[in-house]
């Protein structure tokens, strides 16, 4: 299995995603091999973490959340996130 982080700098930007959940949840679930998603508010960022079968998985999550951002939040789109993804090695 696969993850990617996306790290957006804008707190308020989780509950804008929050407000929209089944849309965004909508948007990551068509990937083939999906299997997570987990959107996190920290104290100075929102983090979206999704979960896939492999590396293609979690590429074409990246570029759906990134156009599903253009569309309906452009405001959002304007500060694109810091992208991290790899390997599950150990899960629980």
Avoid at 14 to 20: E, T
Avoid at 56 to 82: F, K, L, S, Y
């Amino acid at each position: 299995m696969h993850a990617t982080l996306r790290y957006y700098g804008n707190t308020g930007l989780a509950d804008a995603l929050a407000a929209r959940g089944d849309e965004v949840k909508a948007v990551v679930s068509a990937v083939p091999g999906f299997r997570a998603y987990y959107l996190i508010r920290t104290d100075d960022s929102t983090v979206s973490v999704t979960v896939c079968d492999d590396e293609a998985g979690v590429e074409e999550t990246n570029r759906a959340a990134a156009d599903w951002i253009r569309e309906n939040m452009p405001e959002a789109a304007a500060d694109p996130p810091r992208i991290t993804a790899g390997e599950i090695v150990l899960s629980s």
